[in-house]
């Protein structure tokens, strides 16, 4: 089977659908902000505050190629890989595109914000919402919602897979 990725807002439950879901299905599994902190040696916190967004924004990209590499894995990206095209076309070569999809306002209520640079206003959510939900539309091969828990999202996204 293809690689699968999962893409969406902050929040959105991304990581721990990706975690859960690997297991289910005898995958690997790749956090790409994890794979990321552990290439810089640095929380993407620090990479924003010392290099600003164009900076992380490439090592993103360059992160991202590598670890499309791998077989058989569950990626989960960060809610900004949208916003580089050519992400966005090697993610649908390589893999096939969940977007998770959660309700704003529950975003705001249940995520930590502290880690999350691009978050430091919570109202920056909606802005970002905003510019990214037609991008994550238009590059996913399946949406999902998840509006009940992990297990009801795994459980979408395999049954679309059967
Ligand atoms: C970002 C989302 C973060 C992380 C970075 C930028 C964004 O990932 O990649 O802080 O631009 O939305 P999560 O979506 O996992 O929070």
Known sequence: ???????????????????????????????????????????????????????????????????????????????????????MIFLKKKTIIFYIKRDLDIIINNVRFDNRPLLKDKNNLYKLFEKRSMLYEKYCDYAIVNDASIYDAVDKIIKILQ
């Open 1 to 87: 089977m293809k690689n699968i990725s999962l893409i969406g807002m902050p929040g959105s439950g991304k990581t721990t659908i990706g975690r859960v879901l690997s297991k289910k299905l005898g995958m690997k599994f790749i956090d790409l902000d994890r794979y990321i902190e552990e290439k810089a040696q640095m929380k993407i916190t620090r990479i924003f505050e010392m290099y600003g967004e164009d900076y992380f924004r490439n090592i993103e990209s360059h992160s991202l190629l590598d670890v499309l590499d791998t077989e058989n894995t569950v990626i989960s990206t960060g809610g900004g890989i949208v916003t580089r095209e050519e992400n």
